[in-house]
């Protein structure tokens, strides 16, 4: 396959509520260097891309507040490669845009869709898995995502059931599932008939223009109004025009759960989807006591489990505390248990809901 021909689209729009109140609306967590690495995990998600897709060939698709904060990170970066969306409309009407976006530019796109707030511990492994793929969908007309080997009986991830066995590596997909309860993630795990859905996607540009056009009509029909424009100075009036009318509907739901053509590749590269301050917690060095302290001065007396971040040079003294998130970031400090991570964002609703976007 012709290199120039493969592109990726970095999704990086998202507001991360559930990392609240390190992630803000003015600065979301895929822009934080959460691992004290001196990287961003936007930077880090270019990155892992180098020699696997040109670097002109990268589209950043984002909310239009944060143009600013990805040329800052990423000044190599053009204008011409962030598309900035006028409204927030979730996963399938910006998968659209980039597809119509990019097949406007080159109707040969071989088309990586990537989030870019996604932890991946073994970097060789991540990219051979890549050019695996990219070179199964030069060769098949399918919708294809990677489905990660789960480790462990997660209750955070949405999960993939593998179908009939195309070869070594791929297969037809069965069925999607929604996050499950732990009993049901352990029969998952058990059954091995089960992946992790990364949502990490490859297509050609036209076979999901097609599949949208044919299973989300009312999505493709904002693009197509705009399709003349694509690739022209006028594309971000008409998608200014067109893009807060679309439906508010994620790929999975709209296309992927939908489709026939729709195959896994399988795939084990150390991967978390970095969404929780508990896969934070799983991914970060512990101390003796098993508690994360991230990048945080902390003096822990009987307390085990925690995660502690605390930004700037504000010191930390705990006794008896156990499994609890503390994360302080400015005007706001959150603790919660961490086994209530998971209505971390309901709390910040209730919050926007007593103070507007004061604290968000």
């Known amino acids: 396959m012709n290199n120039s021909d493969r592109y990726c689209v970095i999704m990086c729009g998202g507001v991360g509520s559930r990392f609240w109140p390190y992630s803000r609306a003015d600065k979301p967590k895929q822009f934080i260097d959460f691992l004290g690495t001196g990287q961003s995990l936007l930077q880090l998600t270019v990155e892992r891309l180098k020699g696997v897709v040109p670097e002109e060939n990268l589209i950043l698709l984002t909310n239009e507040q944060y143009a600013s904060l990805i040329k800052e990170q990423l000044p190599q970066v053009k ?16 998968n659209a845009w980039a597809a119509y976006h990019i097949h406007a530019l080159n109707p040969k796109a071989k088309i990586m869709v990537a989030p870019s707030d996604h932890l991946i511990l073994r970097r060789e492994d991540f990219r051979h898995s890549v050019l695996k793929a990219f070179d199964f969908i030069e060769r098949n007309d399918v919708l294809l995502t990677f489905g990660v080997k789960p480790n462990r009986p997660e209750t955070g991830y949405g999960y993939i059931q593998v179908g009939e066995a195309i070869d070594a590596d791929f297969s037809h997909v069965k069925t999607f599932t929604e996050k499950p309860n732990l ?6 795990l058990e059954s091995g008939e089960f992946f992790w859905n990364s949502g990490m996607f490859f297509w050609k540009s036209e076979s999901i223009i097609k599949a949208i056009g044919t299973y989300a009509p009312e999505v493709a029909a904002c693009f197509e109004a705009a399709r003349e424009a694509m690739g022209t100075p006028e594309e971000q009036a008409c998608i200014d025009a067109n893009y807060p009318s679309c439906p508010n509907i994620s790929i999975d739901y709209a296309v992927m759960e939908k489709a026939p053509n729709v195959c896994v590749e399988r795939v084990d590269f150390g991967w978390t989807d970095l969404g929780t301050w508990g896969a934070l917690y799983d991914v970060s060095p512990k101390t003796r006591d098993g508690n994360v302290t991230q990048n945080s001065k902390t003096m822990l007396f009987d307390s085990h489990d925690n995660v502690i971040a605390v930004k700037g040079d504000k010191l930390v003294v705990a006794s008896g505390l156990n499994d609890y998130i503390v ?22 609703n209730e919050v926007k809901m007593t103070f507007g976007d004061k604290y968000l």
């Open 79 to 94: 204008d011409a490669q962030i598309l900035l969306e006028p409204a927030r409309r979730n996963t399938a009407p910006c």
């Open 327 to 348: 994360a302080d970031a400015d005007d706001a400090l959150l603790i919660v248990p961490r086994s209530e991570e998971q209505k971390i964002r309901n709390y910040v």
């Open 183 to 188: 009993e049901l993630a352990k029969v998952f």
